[in-house]
């Protein structure tokens, strides 16, 4: 086949990613951030106009926790302290998830080590009745909109009070009351879905906002075209969060991103305004999302944010990552979201250590707790989940006949199963 | 009451539909300014404003996933893809989303949408303006599969897939869009003002998911069939005089199961003819209920003429087609009970 | 012969398929540097290099997409669906492009490719990690499915599928990925070692695509099973003491139906199990068929146990799953001929 | 549900192109461009460089039919006529296939009028070995290598002669030897293959380049961005032809643009190179593909080309556009560019209207004869066909049990039906 007459320079690029062997190298060249240099487009200013920030990362918080430039600026004391308080919040429920996977309780658990200011912050620039559709990746939304731990929990453990009913894989929640869209295991369906959402608010005549999530990695699907398609040519008011944490499971972001620049360069391609913006800085995440949020509530359209931040855990409990890349070891390659944000407040004469050793121990209590009463009503691994026939509910609003019948077969075989044993 | 064709029933039901509920958009590829390649949408946009009809990107994931999104927020979206062929970019959205959304929310979010395409071959459309993917759709979990095969079930069917709760397929046999063609392709087609199911009452009517309808009542002969099938097989037991009691299913899920075992009791014989590929059509499913809730009473294998398993041929699609010789070699086959192996 | 799980069986067809041609390359999503999620691709981009097994983007119609240029260029890629509920945005890429290049463009242009993907339940993966799509497959004029039980099979099977200059889908049930399980999720797993189909020569040999094989040779009843569940359905024989005949489809299509006919001849009876939906399943396709050509050997329907006709739950895994209660409540109730309706 | 409460200044976006009744003025108002003034970026210059050039549409031939500037000047007297010879010979053919189709004897035909340099130029300037992935709308590239006329007559036809045994749709060609991939009826399907091709050839070590083709509407298409993704990581040698002709069906292009300003833009997303041209203008079609076949071959990897066209037929014989936009009747809305090619020649003093008349009558008999010989053999609407056993060839390269007994029973119920009648 291979016609050697032709001697050709043509070679395919296979992506061969330091980051397998020096991550945090691989990482630091993409990422260099200067606090305060980003300036602040107005809110109606064009693609191409914003795209000129293209080589900047968006960052408020300098290395001495100074908050500075035209970002800066928006948060009251105590929404500092509320923010501290929901990323430590979130980062020790992971912790004592990741325990009860250890002990067995659990089959499965996605924590976000690292990236919990992203989701926190975002939440905290939305308002009531806007609508998330996030991925596996985004628990920070539910715990900073004060979503009951405890049913996190429960459906963690599949247990008789899962609030969906032992049917979703362990961290796929849901909540409309939280504005919490439900999790598919399907990557990138969700986008799209968030922008019709939007669409249909803003045919509602509403100001809620949609936004939609994904990873880095999963952005190369074909829904993330689709939502910048619809997003683009309707204006619908969404944020595309891009959460690019380097990783999507052993493959490094060169594979999804390409020969482009960064991943805030593909809403350029669709004329949709484009940020980059450092996503362990939770004041920079608050301070973008808000903005954000304004240009799509006062019908400016989508906008696209790339969130610059580290994967700094395996990808699941079902993951090795020593397999793919150097061991992290408590590293924060990109910085520390939670100890960035409390330097901060230290900085600014708020915050001391001893706050700080009471908050950390009121979050240990709360998930505590919230454990302690998950736990007493049991897991899937004990075997106390919401009874097996729940499993015809909800196919359809009303159960059709054949799964009646089904459900009968069912209900017949246990029987018969439980004489026989 | 007016006769209509399909085309005029199903452009009638969006107006019923969108009159009677604001929450009701309508948006596809043509489907706005121009009112659809078939028409069927003629006129929304000007009655309703772009706000309830417009046209969309040509992307069917972003069709029905934007239209999931709208559905979740409370709208209910009734979208067209073009033809069925061309439903497979959004086949992931179908499946993976729509269908499951109710049930994985633990009915927290739902996604009330219809989603309309046609279906069929017998207009020259060669392999991707003619396929039947029912059964892609039947398979699935969660989602309703319709397909009518006249005007005034047209019209009532798609009035009760836009007001369910829950995601229907609505598949249009557009070989009958304009007349109940019966198979005969080398003959005048008959044009649907001359039948009496394109009496389409004025307003709003449904007509139940899941309630199939005899067709043509007969003793001998049990015939399952849906869409353009029905003519077909109407022309075929006029052909061959068999007593042929032919059922047209309407919704393929839920099926009408009760009529039609009741029907096979009766006849002790059944055929199943569609246009879709034979292997795992859904005339297998059909097939597999008869025989497993009627053996007893059946004096002969459940038959199937289907499509060929190949792409449906453009200069060949008479060959393809299960037309009324076929189907009604099919029907004589089983009369005489010499039926070995399979029915072609 | 070294004993060897399904997984070593798959890695070991790939090194032996990738030694004997140059033009077969293997990429998909974690498949390269890391050797795929179930590690089946590991070492082979250490030993072949990144031009013969590489990482791709997490775009799966991009994948076959890809695929099918390189396939059309002349070489013959083999690539993973990391899991089979992840194959939907590829289906427009297989049934309307892989599927139908050869007949479309007469022989003009082929699509030799092989499409892997983990398929089936009995992980505790949700409705996400579960799913058995092969009913989607069959239905489908142009490409093959093949679904291995054991790593004997996997290694011939996939180097058969490899060499064949169609598309051919190849369905791993990872629940049998480390050891035959037999539906007991409560009892300790066998390893593969202990199983004589772990034996796995060194070295090249297919099996052919389109042949079953008798998993357990009986008298009484023919089960018809693939994948996990013919070790379900063994276990379900053991634990009745009915003396089934166990086949192992090993291909869906092409159909091994001599085997299967010659089978139900023989005993009379016959039921048919898997782990996909009911509704519109490939079981379907198998009772059909058996009922088309073996109607006056029957003493009683062909029956079916199937997975339920909902998403695939997590918590209720077992109770979804078609395990050995089922298949064997099933099979008595066949031999007692007193089934009536469906089968549980 | 809609809350008044909340007096949203969201409105959604519903594009209402001036298109639908202004055609002219719609498309005037994107496409102006300015020949010669377009700069010729070097072969390895990367995508944000190249992207400075996107107020330009690249140029070569103005309207007194000077070619001028960076682009101009690599064809020589002979090939100039060729070009010419060839769109003529397309629009003549297109001309035919429309009087077949109202005459009753074709159901169906695709016509590329006023499109054809794009076609025809773009083929003069790749090699032996290349590949096209077209679409429907490129029998210029057929034409222009010589592929038999009366074969793509007689696969209209349907004919016994039909290459491809009356199994596609007409205009649905295939044919490898002349490099052309079977077209699918499947919009965006076949640009993502091409790239694939293209990754094949590479790792292959020939210099060969695929050629992608792809309608601006369907680039709306969820493979387009696969084929994008794919060919930036790999940097695959491909061409990713976007052909422009402001019309998808009844849908104009606003809607699958959205808000970028360009098609060219999207490619800036993935950091390829990409150029927008007019594609009315066959030096300028050929200038730039000869370039971007250059950086392909020479391992530069894939560019992205707009071509700035008019759609001035039907979408095809099924479409009446009449019901969606004015009538164009017989004007060029961007220029014919049969008509500037021959001026240029004219300008140049290398051409003639005794010549023109001549080269006229020469293509119309080429016609004229091939569709003669066609017609000799037949058409799928008179019963000639091949034969309709052979439907069930090319399913499998082998024919499988199943479709053997098929086959059995399918000539069976002909011999039935044959004696019954
Ligand atoms: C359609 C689809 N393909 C593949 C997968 C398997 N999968 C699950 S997570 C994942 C990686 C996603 O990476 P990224 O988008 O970067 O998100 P991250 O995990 O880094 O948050 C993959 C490939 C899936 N869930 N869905
Ligand atoms: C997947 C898919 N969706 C829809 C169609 C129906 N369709 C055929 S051509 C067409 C318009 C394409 O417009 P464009 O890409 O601009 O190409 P042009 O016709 O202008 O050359 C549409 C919607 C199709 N063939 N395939
Ligand atoms: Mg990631
Ligand atoms: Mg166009």
């Known amino acids: 086949m291979n016609d050697t007459s032709r001697q050709a320079s043509v070679r395919l690029r296979i992506p061969e990613p330091t980051a397998h062997t020096d991550l945090v190298a691989a990482a630091g060249t993409r990422c260099v951030a200067i606090a305060g240099e980003a300036r602040r487009p107005d809110l109606d200013e064009n693609a191409i106009s914003v795209a000129s ?61 690292g990236e919990e200011a992203i989701a926190c912050a975002s939440q905290w620039a939305l308002k009531p009745g806007d609508m998330n559709f996030p991925t596996y990746r985004q628990q920070g939304l539910l715990v900073s909109s004060d979503y009951p731990m405890v049913d996190m929990m429960n459906q963690i453990l599949s247990n008789t009070h899962d609030p969906l009913l032992g049917r979703q894989l362990p961290v796929m929640y849901s ?16 986008f799209v879905q968030a922008v019709g959402w939007a669409m249909a608010a803003a045919l509602d005549g509403s100001d809620a906002v949609a936004s939609a999530w994904i990873g880095e990695g999963a952005s190369a699907e074909s829904d993330f075209h689709s939502a910048l398609v619809f997003a683009s040519t309707y204006q619908a008011p969404v944020i595309l969060n891009v959460v690019n944490n380097q990783w999507a499971i052993s493959t490094p972001e060169d594979f999804a991103r390409g020969a482009a620049a960064t991943f805030a360069d593909r809403g350029l391609g669709f ?94 209590q709360v998930v505590s707790k919230a454990f302690e009463e998950a736990d007493s009503f049991g897991s899937v691994m004990r075997g106390d989940v919401s009874s097996a026939a729940t499993m015809f509910d909800d196919v359809f609003a009303t159960m059709p006949p054949h799964l009646v019948e089904q459900r009968a077969q069912f209900e017949r075989s246990q029987r018969l199963q439980n004489e026989g044993s | 009451m007016p006769a209509m064709t399909m085309i ?150 798609l009035l009760a897939a836009i007001e369910d709760d829950d995601p229907v397929i609505f598949l249009e046999p557009k070989r009958v869009y304009n007349g109940p063609f019966d198979g005969h ?25 899941g309630s199939a309808r005899v067709h043509r009542p007969g003793n001998d002969l049990t015939v399952l069939a849906y869409g353009t099938l029905v003519h077909v097989a109407q022309a075929a037991a006029e052909e061959t005089g068999i007593d042929a009691e032919i059922i047209d299913l309407r919704t393929l899920v839920p099926l009408d199961v009760d009529m039609i075992i009741t029907s096979v009791v009766k006849t002790g014989r059944c055929l199943v003819v569609h246009e879709a590929t034979r292997t795992s059509g859904f005339g297998a499913e059909l097939s597999a209920t008869v025989q497993e809730r009627a053996f007893h009473h059946l004096e002969a294998p459940v038959g199937r003429v289907c499509g060929w398993d190949t792409p449906y041929p453009h200069a060949h699609e008479w060959s393809y087609f299960p037309g009324p010789d076929r189907v009604g070699q099919a029907m004589r086959n089983i009369m005489d009970e010499q039926m070995t192996g399979v029915i072609a």
Chains 1, 4 share one sequence.
């Not at chain 1, 909540?175 to 969700?190: C, D, P, V, Y």
């Open chain 1, 175 to 190: 909540s409309k009351e939280h504005r919490f869209f439900s999790i598919s295991g399907n990557l990138a369906t969700q």
């Open chain 1, 271 to 364: 004329g949709i305004p484009s940020l980059r913006v450092d996503g362990n800085d939770y004041l920079a995440v608050h301070a973008v999302t808000a903005w954000a949020a304004e240009r799509a509530r006062t019908g400016l359209g989508p906008t696209l944010i790339e969130w610059v931040t580290f994967r700094v855990g395996p990808h699941s409990t079902s993951d090795d990552p020593t397999g793919y890349r150097p061991d992290v070891a408590g590293q924060f390659p990109l910085g520390d979201p939670i100890d960035r944000l409390r330097q901060h407040m230290v900085t600014c004469g708020e915050w001391d250590d001893t706050r700080q050793t009471a908050l950390q121990e009121s979050v240990d």
């Open chain 1, 53 to 113: 920030m293209r080589d900047h990362v968006i960052r408020v918080l300098d290395d001495e926790g100074n908050a500075v430039g035209p970002w800066a600026g928006a948060l009251s004391r105590s929404e500092l302290e509320a923010g501290l308080h929901d990323m430590m919040l979130v980062r020790s429920f992971d912790a004592r998830m990741l325990r009860a996977h250890r002990q067995g309780k659990i089959s499965f658990y996605m924590q976000c080590l």
């Open chain 2, 185 to 209: 392709h080398d003959r005048p087609l008959t044009p649907w003002s001359a039948h009496p199911l394109s009496d389409v009452p004025e307003g709003y009517y449904t007509i139940d998911l």
């Open chain 2, 8 to 157: 005029q029933a199903i452009r009638d039901a969006h107006f019923v539909a969108m009159e009677r509920d604001s929450k009701v958009v309508v948006f596809g590829q043509d489907v706005g300014f121009f009112g659809g390649v078939f028409r069927c949408t003629q006129g929304l946009q000007e009655h309703f404003g772009t706000g309830r009809c417009f046209d969309a990107p040509i992307n069917e994931s972003g069709i029905v996933g934007v239209a999931i999104g709208m559905a979740a927020y409370g709208l209910r979206p009734c979208v067209e893809i073009q033809f069925a062929d061309y439903m497979y970019p959004a086949y992931d959205q179908i499946v993976s989303e729509a269908a499951r959304l109710r049930h994985r929310s633990a009915g927290d979010f739902t996604a009330p949408l219809t989603i309309r395409m046609p279906m069929g071959g017998g207009i020259f459309g060669g392999q991707t303006h003619s396929q039947s993917p029912e059964a892609l759709f039947t398979h699935v979990a969660g989602i309703k599969t319709v397909v009518p095969s006249n005007p005034y079930d047209a019209k009532g069917l």
